[in-house]
């Protein structure tokens, strides 16, 4: 991707930043536990500043991060209380960087307020309020009025405000309710309020936990969104924008700020022929820069600024019969870590860009072309580094709950296990709207091949059903139908993933599917001064040094060659970080330490990778 994007982001983040609010005082991390090096560089004036939607680049944006008002009360008040200090945002009240390390429980909301003033440029636009993810409901009011109610901790929300701003300073108010797991009604991933000794659940995130911020558009008509095909049999990209009021769409590709071929859309769609197409891969992630205009009379109203790739994930047959994910049509191990995004400062949020974009360079030099991003949903921008740096992605959903013990005694290895989830309606009801949220947001970076709606049977439930639904929304990319069991025979989806720890191997196979591995090792290295709690750390095998873990892991990997051979097309290793009492992580919680050598890792990576 050329310059020109990225300066455009980093200037209109400069630009039109909200400055520093007379409250921003008196802030410092909260807590004792370990912290990141970035947590030192954390500044209440100048927080997460960066672009929050780097395919969607307006010049106009307000980021509202920042200290805000906070307080605590019992479910049913209607209005604010008083103050009980201030948080960070977009860090959870949970964390050591909202400056509180508090907690929210199922009777109580978690009470937000700020003030902004708008610039003067604005006054006759049409201004959208942006929420990037609260967890998990979430009423706001502006200026005293109420302008809409969200469910979901995952996806993001917008509002239109423009009714109820005046000039001068205006006014943000917002009530969060969030129930983790009591009544287990709403995806939570890894979430629970009381972290059990020694296992695989991690604290709470409750609140804003991703950037706020507003912009402002014509009031005529604007581009909402946009979606993006490609073949590249026919060298074309087909673009669907998705307009809100009046106006024409145009789209045009450019490389290296020059214009290499335009369309205007018809019946919704823009088809972009490219002569000599280059694709999209870890090994050359190109990137072509996008740019969206809307024109009514003659007149430009509306202009974004994205990018796009040629890039197309399939599954094609080997030599052998084999099911294989291909990129570009050509077969591809894909290996990657289980990457659970947590921080031990931040918790959910990384301190800033810079921490968010380390894990995958990390990923990269270790040798990893993939990453499976594990019950959680990330901040936009970790999608982007993903695109630029050159990594492969599948996402999961966030988990509505934990398996229950009795169906594991049941056994989810096997397909037709009968393990369907007595969820409630409203909890079925709450999970599909997320979902398809989360599909739509995210389904236009080039990095995402693979979508995981559920993991090891925890809340599962009409999986026929939701793998349709995830197909009918995006049909250009593979669904893993179930990671680590409970499948559904008859051709559910593209894949059938096993787990196996620590070592790898493969529980079934299932010639008419694609076969993965989609978790193993989890080989386990506490290092001293760098773990969340001294006792009780716990991973799936534990071992004394750096070197012994790296030649487990070199072990492993000679174990995965055989398999690959067989018929494995994927495998995913635990995990990248430790995270909480988990301390078999790539690195420590902190990233501070490497607990095996990169270079070793790197080459026995290649070694698999290279087999297929």
């Known amino acids: 991707m050329n310059k020109s994007l990225s300066i455009s982001i980093a200037c209109a983040a400069i630009l039109f930043s909200c400055g520093t609010p007379e409250e921003q005082t008196g802030w410092a991390p909260a807590g004792d536990h370990i912290k990141t090096v970035w947590a030192e560089k954390v500044d209440p004036a100048n927080v997460h500043q960066e672009y929050p939607r780097p395919q969607m680049v307006r010049d106009s944006y307000l980021n509202l991060n920042g200290l805000w008002e906070y307080a605590i009360a019992e479910k049913a008040e209607e209005s604010m209380p008083d103050s009980d200090g201030h948080i960070l945002v977009p860090f959870c009240i949970e964390s050591s960087l909202s400056g509180v390390a508090g907690s929210l429980d199922s009777e109580h909301a978690l009470w937000y307020r700020r003030s902004f003033t708008l610039p003067s440029k604005w006054n006759r636009k049409d201004v959208i309020l942006h929420f990037g993810a609260v967890d998990w409901e979430s009423e706001v009011w502006v200026n005293g009025n109420k302008v809409g109610n969200h469910k979901g901790g995952y996806d993001s929300f917008e509002f239109h405000v423009s009714p109820y701003l005046k000039k001068g300073k205006n006014e943000i108010v917002l009530k969060v309710t969030d129930a983790t797991e009591v009544g287990e009604l709403q995806p939570r991933g890894k979430q629970v309020f009381s972290p059990d000794r020694g296992s695989i659940w991690y604290q709470p995130v409750s609140g804003i936990w991703q950037t706020v911020w507003a912009e402002a558009v014509d009031k005529t008509g604007h581009i909402a969104d946009y979606q993006v095909e490609c073949s590249i049999a026919d060298g074309t990209i087909s673009v669907f924008p998705e307009i809100c009021g009046e106006g024409e769409a145009s789209v045009e590709l450019l490389e290296g700020g020059k214009v290499l071929c335009s369309a205007a859309a018809e019946d919704g769609k823009a088809v972009l022929k490219i002569d000599n197409p280059k694709c999209w891969s870890p090994d050359d992630p190109y990137l072509y820069d996008l740019r969206i205009t809307l024109t009514k009379g003659g007149k430009t109203i509306d202009s974004v600024e994205g990018y796009t790739a040629m890039r197309e994930i399939s599954v094609v047959k080997d030599a052998d019969g084999h099911k294989r994910m291909a990129l570009n049509g050509k077969p591809l191990f894909q290996f990657g870590p ?31 072309n993939m990453i499976r991003k594990h019950v959680k949903v990330e901040p936009d921008r970790w999608y982007y580094h993903c695109d630029r ?26 397909y037709d296990a009968g393990n369907s989830d007595q969820l409630s309606g409203e909890a079925r009801e709450n999970f599909r709207r997320e979902w398809k949220n989360i599909v739509n947001q995210h389904r236009k970076f080039p990095c995402v091949v693979a979508w995981v709606p559920f993991n090891e049977a925890w809340g599962q439930f009409d999986t026929k059903g939701i793998v349709d639904m995830t197909k009918t929304l995006d049909p250009g990319k593979l669904v893993n139908m179930a990671s680590g069991g409970n499948w559904i025979s008859g051709g559910v989806g593209d894949i059938l993933d096993s787990h196996h720890y620590p070592e790898p191997a493969m529980r079934i196979w299932d010639p008419e599917m694609v076969n993965v591995l989609g978790e193993f090792g989890g080989i386990g290295l506490p ?7 001294d006792q009780r750390n716990w991973g799936y095998v534990k071992l004394s040094n750096t070197e012994e873990t790296t030649a487990k892991y070199e072990e492993f990997a000679k174990l995965l060659i055989p398999l690959v051979k067989e018929g494995c097309s994927a495998a995913v290793y635990t995990q990248t970080t430790d995270v909480e009492r988990e301390v078999n992580g ?13 270079a070793r890792v790197a080459a026995a990576n290649r070694e698999v990778i290279e087999s297929m």
Do not use: N
Request: with cysteine.
């Open 389 to 414: 740096l050159g990594i492969l992605v599948w996402q999961d959903m966030p988990s509505m709950r934990r398996c229950k013990l009795e169906e594991w005694g049941q056994g989810i290895d096997k």
């Open 586 to 598: 790539l690195m420590t919680y902190d990233r501070k330490v490497d607990k095996l050598i990169p």
């Open 527 to 533: 290092v001293e001064g760098h773990t969340w709690v």
């Open 338 to 368: 289980l990457d659970q995004g947590w921080w031990p400062d931040g918790l959910y949020t990384a301190p800033c860009d810079e921490a968010l974009k380390y894990d995958i360079e990390r990923t990269k030099e270790f040798g990893f």
